[in-house]
């Protein structure tokens, strides 16, 4: 038996750094990154940021490469801060 620990320290933010993330949707943006994780095989130890970037301290598993997570971390949460009316949003 093995035991595989990926420990990765990813930062992005959103376009042109605009701040695009009210305060009143981090919590729930930051959950909803976690879960998004956990879906796809990893674990969020943290996550959290500000109204213009996001910090995310990512256990990636021994399956899921470095770019293949912050693809589907960042493609899947712009997809679910774009069904939120405010305005067009985006990661760099």
Do not use: C
């Amino acid at each position: 038996m093995s035991y595989v620990s990926n420990h990765v320290h990813i930062v992005f933010s959103t376009t042109h750094r605009l701040k695009l993330i009210p305060e009143d949707l981090q919590p729930k943006l930051w959950a909803y990154m976690a879960a998004i994780a956990t879906n796809h095989g990893m674990h969020a130890v943290a996550i959290g940021g500000i109204d213009d970037h996001v910090h995310v301290l990512l256990n990636r598993g021994p399956s899921v490469g470095i770019a293949k997570a912050v693809q589907v971390l960042k493609a899947n949460s712009s997809r679910w801060m774009n069904e939120h009316p405010r305005m067009r949003f985006e990661w760099q």
